[in-house]
């Protein structure tokens, strides 16, 4: 996290900078809390979820319980510590489950690819057997940039040609993963954009036909949103969570142009635990979500 922490603050904490020079007499009033929340909105924080945190912070002003800046900051790290620790809950692979199936979803570019090659690293390490699906059908090179992930981890890769049907793939999949003996399937999909109503169905299907050869499958439905595109992932994650019922957010790219003020915002609005960050595009560059290390990260 030391690599997250420089990531999302480059030098000093884009939360923190320079308060002691906004609190004249070290007294915590109006002028530094506007400053607070001016730095948490512009963070992609979101108003809802920052008039939160500053709700909290100002009752405890009020109540004369900040006397200095580090009883401030120390309130911050509450306020932001109560927003994420309900949402970090990493993923459990239930071996009594096995194949247990993660249908992973999320628009072109978020990270999907990677972040499915990540995990499949990841798992394998743990000793697991894992297999991946290629379900992104649409795009050659979607198939091909999977494949590319397979042989680099030793991992079977099922896949169909181009424009087949993504639910016959996931149907093959899980038709092998059971068959042959797997812990893990990883099953990637499109990620169109413009044809959103089209995408929505089609990823329907694809839960639908897990359903059928295993009625418990998909275990775990992993939305990947990139956190660098700020209040638009936000959106993403209320869409998918609509049309599928996301299980688990994995949050790519912090280590991007992101301050990583998005993950406020998407625990505090969504119910659904954030399971993984993404830092780089190596397989290494993934963490469980921490939340006391991200909210340390973030404050210094
Ligand atoms: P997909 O379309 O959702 O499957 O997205 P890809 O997995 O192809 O990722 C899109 C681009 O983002 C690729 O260039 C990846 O290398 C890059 N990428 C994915 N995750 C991360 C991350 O955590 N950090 C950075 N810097 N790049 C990432």
Redesign the pocket.
């Known amino acids: 996290f030391k690599r997250l922490r420089e990531k999302l603050n480059r030098g000093d904490s884009w939360l923190t900078y320079d308060l002691a020079n906004l609190l004249p007499g070290g007294r915590i009033d109006e002028t530094v809390l506007e400053e607070l929340e001016m730095r948490l909105i512009t963070a992609d924080v979101g108003v809802e979820t920052t008039e939160k945190i500053l709700a909290d912070l100002r009752g405890k002003v009020a109540r004369q319980e900040l006397g200095d800046l580090d009883a401030l900051i120390a309130a911050l790290r509450t306020s932001l510590l109560d927003i994420l620790q309900p949402r970090a809950r990493p993923l459990k692979i239930d071996a009594d489950l096995a194949p247990f199936a993660i249908l992973v979803v999320?628009?072109?570019?978020?990270?999907?690819?990677?972040?499915?090659?990540?995990l499949a690293h990841h798992f394998k390490a743990q000793g697991m057997k894992v297999i991946l699906a290629a379900g992104?059908t649409f795009?050659a090179?979607?198939v091909e940039?999977?494949q590319a992930w397979g042989r680099r981890n030793d991992v079977t890769v099922i896949a169909q040609s181009t424009g087949a049907d993504p639910a016959a793939v996931a149907f093959d999949a899980m038709q092998a993963a059971q068959a042959r003996g797997f812990d893990v399937l990883l099953a990637?999909t499109a990620?169109r954009l413009h044809t959103q109503s089209n995408l929505m169905d089609e990823l329907r299907k694809v839960k639908r036909v897990m359903g059928r050869i295993d009625a418990g499958a998909p275990h775990e439905i992993l939305l990947?949103l990139?956190?660098s595109q700020g209040q638009n992932a936000l959106q993403q994650a209320r869409l998918f969570n609509a049309a599928l019922g996301v299980t688990g957010i994995v949050l790519?790219?912090?280590?991007?142009t992101a301050k990583g003020g998005i993950v406020f915002a998407i625990a505090s609005e969504l119910d659904i635990p954030i399971r993984y960050?993404?830092?780089?595009?190596a397989a290494e560059?993934?963490a469980e979500f921490d939340a006391p290390a991200f909210v340390d990260a973030v404050l210094k």
Request: glycine content about 22%; cysteine-free.
């Open positions: 999320g628009v072109n570019g978020a990270g999907k690819t990677t972040t499915i090659g990540k992104d795009r090179a979607a940039q999977l990637d990620g990947v990139d956190a790519t790219k912090l280590d991007g960050i993404g830092i780089g595009e560059d993934f």
